[in-house]
Structures are given as structure tokens and as C-alpha cells.
């Protein structure tokens, strides 16, 4: 199995339309299909110094290519004790593979008088294949395991007609059972061995003997190649594992895939690379209804560190919003870490998350607000590498820490220009004793000390979703918004915002934050502000600045963010943002 692996990753083109080989490991990958078996880590021999290290690389990989991580795990994979590893770091066995190799050398069979095979040819050829292929892997019937097959797949063969490898020749056959097209099979052959794959049949010609068929074929036409090393994968277990071994097939070894549960990493990456709870440290746990499903994850890791844990579920403690009870207050003074995991309501930022904030603020706690968490939250936003949000969150820091106005103007009509005096806070997924930050996290904030101009809300707003479809916009004088030059072509909205930023108090439509996305990871909005905030762009805020990071002195109950989507800004005159694409 070990010599037999390269064969199958030179399947290239056909499976994978890219493989970078580094000196431990082959990461292969599909630009047009997600799905763990066209985008993994194989042949992995590393040291076992470096094996937590590799498996950091997989995950910043494969989330570059907005994939989810996985790694083919072998026998003769090294270090022996990486599938525990993995599983230490947030991964879990998908799928177990039987790799089967041909044992009988004179197991031919007569082909039965109806089945008739023949080589892909000719167009007409490739369209039959491709019609069998879609039929019986695409879910043609209730009870079939493929459900719907994506267009994708079926694109990717036809082009793999027409790529050719010097090195290998593949072989695309059609099984006719009664002059009907039936079944389909590929065989890949190289130098020593033969690979066979795709052995399909549509659902109406199944139990016919066609796959047996097919199966025989390929193995005769990789013996008159003069290859006696001839092997294909199927699942483990499976009934398809022991209809190869009636045909002579026997199980040399198993593969297993090992795909990275991402509610699990990022439950993970918040406990202990974000926050960093220790073993002997006290955390106190806010939560609510609607988040404690999802809260679990967080709650688990905290578990697996520390027993040393209070879990206060507010909602247990009178009706929302009411003011936080004193003695959750002194748990979370009293703590080394705090998560607040619950939504946000309309109202709870004098009553709730400003009081929590300020004890914290008094106290050696370090706090992970994850508000509104949901599971693209905890799926997306923090399985980033927070290590380089950090860096480059300092990066946009040092470029606009000194700066006196910026300007900001986008193709839909924004154009305003901000003031600064205010402290400026980076907010980056780490937080220190006294401090907190949103997870997920990246951004660099401030509170304006002026802002005029006009903004159109093209991205997403606090209670009012994703505005790509309907921009709302609103002009600014003096940090106001002026209520008379709001418009939206979506009444509702337009009504929902009024009634917020003009209808909350006195300084809820003064524009508390201007702040720079810095949550480099992210590739597309959500509709939930926590994350979307964070998104390589500009977001405003409508209420209160955050004054404990500004340094502003004014409050509001209303904290109300908006995104700008695809900017062009300038600081102090220089342009770092063109179209939403960072010049730094």
C-alpha cells in the first residue's frame, strides 16, 4: 500500500486540480469541489517533534482554500501516535477505507453474453459515462447513499477527458448490459500497478453482474500490461468490501480520513489559544436559552482544562432586560477567565454587557464576549489563525495610530471623512488580565471625535441583516445622523433603523465607532455582527463608543454596528484600502 499511494495522488487532474508536495506530507485539493475526498493531507512522514506543528500547517492550508482540513491517515503514516494527536486537536474519524489488492492471478470469468464493455472514445462515448456517472452516484433513487451530485463532479470528468498525464494512462470503460448503457469503471495504470476506481452501475441494472464484470475487466487489461500489483479502495466494512474479496481481493491495509470538526476547533482555539484558561484557574460562564446549545462546545473545553467552573444561564433570573445580579458580578470579579455566550437584546448594554464589561475592567479577568453565538461563529470566525489576525491587526494599528482624518468613499455613494483624537484599541482574540474581546475577533477601533459626509450601509447592520439587496443610507453632520436623509428602498428597514438610532436616547444616533475589519479568514458576511464586524472592511457604529477602549465620554443604550462593503480609504491622505482589498 505504502509504494501504491503516489499512484493514486497522480491522479491529478482527474481528482485534484492542485498538490503541493512538502518534505513531509502531500496536501492535495479541488478548486471547484469542497468535499474531504478532493481536498486532503497525504502521505504524511514527520517527525514527531514536528507533528503538532504539521498538523497547524493542515488546518492554515486547507482554510486558505476555504476547505475543512483533513488528513489521510495509513499505517505507514509517522508519528504512529498522530491519530490521537488529531483528535487532541479538534479532528475525528470520517470515513475508514479498505485498501484492497489483487491476490488470484487466473480468477477470469467468460463475459456474460449481454454485458459488453468498450473503451471511451469518442464524444458520444464521454457523454455515456458522464450520464452513468451522474446517474448512479446522484441520489436517482430515495435510498441512495450519494443524494444530489453536484454539477462540479460531473464537470471535472468531463474535463479529465482531455487532460493526459506522460507518466500514467487512464482507461474509462462503459458496461452495456443488453445493449443499454449500465455501468461505468476507470483504471488508472502506472509503471507497477494498476489503480481501478468509479466502478459504478445505475440503480435499474444493479445485482446483474455487471460490476463483477467491469471488476474483471480492468484486471485483465492491467495483466496484459504485465502488472501484477493491482489494488482499489473502498469502504471499510462495507457490503462493496465483500464483493472485492469474492473476486479476489483481499484487504492489505486501512486508510482512515481524519476531517477537523470545526465546532470542536473553534471551541478549542477560543478556551485555550484565545483566552488560554490554565488548570488551576477560575471561570465564571454567562449564558442563555438560545445560545447554550452551542455554548456547550466552549464549555466542554473549559471542562477539560479546569473543574474550577460557575455556568449562570441569565434567563434563570428574571425577564430580559433587567439588571445583571450583584452576586454573578462577584464570580466574574472573583475569576480568571469569563465567556459571556448569549445574545443581544435590544436594551442590554446598560443593563448586562456594560456592567459585565466594567467589572472585568476592574478585576485580573480576561473575557471572551461571544455574543450571539451561533455555529457559523464558532465554525468560521474562530477557526482562524488568530496568531496572524494579531499581527496584522498591529499592522493596521501602526499605520493609522497617529492619523489624524480619514477618509473613506465606495462606488454606491459613501463619502465621509472622520476625525480622530479618540484611543485607539486592537482588538485581536487576546485578551489580558482586566481586559475583554469579542470572539471572533479582529479589529482595529476608535471612537470618532467628528464625522461627516454620507454613508451607505451596503454590507450588514445590528437588527437588520444583510443589506446587500437594499442599501440603506444615511448622511452625517457633526457625529449626528440626520433622520431626514435616511433612505432605503425596503420600507421596513428603513422604519426598524429609525427606530433605533433616532427613538433609543440622545447619543444613539451619533456615530460612537469607526473601525477597521482586520479578520483576515474571513471570506464572505453571515448576517450575525459579531463576526461580520471583524470582515476585511469598515464598519461604523451607531450609540455608544465603547468608552472604556476610546476613552469617549459619552453613553448610549444603543450600540448599533453597520458594515461598509469593498472601501477605498485614506488615512491622512495615503490610500491602504482600494475596493476592500488592504494595501498593506
Known amino acids: 500500500m505504502e509504494k501504491s499511494i503516489p499512484v493514486f495522488c497522480s491522479l491529478n487532474n482527474i481528482f485534484f486540480t492542485g498538490m503541493k508536495k512538502t518534505e513531509n506530507a502531500k496536501f492535495m485539493w479541488n478548486d471547484r469541489i469542497r468535499d474531504l475526498y478532493w481536498n486532503y493531507a497525504s502521505q504524511v512522514d514527520v517527525p514527531e517533534s514536528e507533528a503538532k506543528t504539521f498538523i497547524r500547517e493542515v488546518i492554515a492550508f486547507f482554510k486558505e482554500k476555504d476547505r475543512t482540513p483533513a488528513v489521510c491517515v495509513t499505517p505507514f503514516t509517522r508519528p504512529k501516535d498522530l491519530p490521537s494527536l488529531l483528535k487532541a486537536s479538534g479532528f475525528k474519524v470520517q470515513e475508514k477505507e479498505a485498501w484492497m489488492f489483487y491476490k488470484k492471478q487466473d480468477n477470469m470469468q467468460d463475459m456474460p453474453e449481454n454485458i459488453r464493455i468498450t473503451s471511451v472514445k469518442t464524444e458520444e462515448d464521454e457523454k455515456n ?117 469474492k473476486l479476489g481481493f483481499s484487504t492489505g491495509s486501512i486508510g482512515e480520513i481524519f476531517v477537523l470538526d470545526e465546532l470542536v476547533y473553534g471551541a478549542k482555539q477560543a478556551v485555550n489559544i484565545c483566552v488560554a484558561v490554565k488548570p488551576e484557574e477560575k471561570v465564571t460562564v454567562v449564558t442563555d436559552k ?84 451561533d455555529e457559523e461563529l464558532l465554525r468560521v470566525g474562530m477557526n482562524a489563525d488568530y496568531k496572524r489576525i494579531q499581527d496584522f491587526s498591529k499592522k493596521v494599528h501602526d499605520i493609522i495610530k497617529d492619523a489624524k482624518e480619514i477618509r473613506v468613499i465606495t462606488s454606491l455613494g459613501t463619502d465621509f471623512t472622520v476625525s480622530l483624537g479618540h484611543r485607539w484599541a486592537i482588538l485581536d482574540g487576546f485578551p489580558k488580565p482586566g481586559k475583554w474581546v469579542n470572539l471572533p475577533d479582529g479589529e482595529v477601533l476608535t471612537a470618532p471625535t467628528d464625522i461627516n459626509g454620507k454613508i451607505v450601509i451596503d454590507g450588514c447592520a445590528e437588527f437588520l441583516g444583510i443589506l446587500k439587496s437594499h442599501p440603506l443610507a444615511v448622511e452625517i453632520e ?24 433616532f427613538g433609543s436616547d440622545e447619543n444613539s444616533c451619533r456615530i460612537g465607532e469607526f473601525a477597521f475589519g482586520t479578520n483576515i479568514f474571513l471570506k464572505k458576511l ?32 444603543l450600540h448599533m454596528d453597520a458594515i461598509i462593503l469593498r472601501p477605498t480609504v485614506y488615512v491622512d491622505g495615503k490610500k491602504i484600502m482600494d475596493n476592500g482589498r488592504y494595501l498593506i
Open 129 to 245: 459515462y458522464i450520464g452513468l456517472f451522474r446517474k448512479a452516484y446522484g441520489g436517482a433513487t430515495p435510498d441512495e447513499p450519494y443524494g444530489e451530485l453536484p454539477q462540479e463532479y460531473c464537470e471535472l470528468i468531463i474535463d479529465s477527458f482531455k487532460n493526459k498525464n506522460s507518466h500514467n494512462t487512464v482507461l474509462n470503460l462503459v458496461a452495456y448490459h443488453d445493449d443499454k448503457p449500465a455501468g461505468i469503471a476507470s483504471v488508472l495504470f502506472s509503471d507497477k500497478y494498476a489503480y481501478i476506481y468509479s466502478i459504478a452501475v445505475v440503480p435499474e441494472k444493479r445485482k446483474k453482474g455487471i460490476s463483477s464484470a467491469l471488476t474483471r475487466y480492468c484486471i485483465s487489461k492491467a495483466q496484459k500490461k504485465n502488472i501484477e500489483n493491482i489494488f482499489l479502495i473502498t469502504e471499510h466494512n462495507s457490503i462493496n468490501e465483500k464483493i472485492y474479496e
Open 290 to 373: 438560545k445560545t447554550q446549545a452551542i455554548a456547550k462546545y466552549v464549555i466542554d473545553e473549559i471542562r477539560k482544562v479546569t473543574g474550577n467552573l460557575k455556568i449562570y444561564n441569565i434567563e434563570d433570573y428574571g425577564k430580559r432586560p433587567y439588571n445583571i445580579p450583584d452576586f454573578i458580578l462577584k464570580d466574574i470579579a472573583d475569576s480568571d477567565a469569563v465567556f459571556v455566550m448569549a445574545d443581544y437584546i435590544f436594551g442590554e448594554i446598560p443593563t448586562l454587557y456594560r456592567p459585565i464589561n466594567e467589572t472585568v475592567e476592574k478585576s485580573r479577568a480576561r473575557m471572551a464576549a461571544m455574543v450571539e453565538l
Open 478 to 501: 457633526d457625529g449626528f445622523a440626520r433622520k431626514e436623509t435616511v433612505a432605503c428602498s425596503d420600507s421596513d428597514v428603513k422604519e426598524k433603523f429609525e427606530k433605533y438610532v
Open 526 to 557: 453571515c448576517g450575525n455582527l459579531t463576526q461580520d464586524e471583524k470582515f476585511p472592511s469598515i464598519h461604523i457604529a451607531f450609540g455608544d463608543p465603547h468608552g472604556s477602549l476610546t476613552g469617549a465620554e459619552w453613553k448610549s443604550s
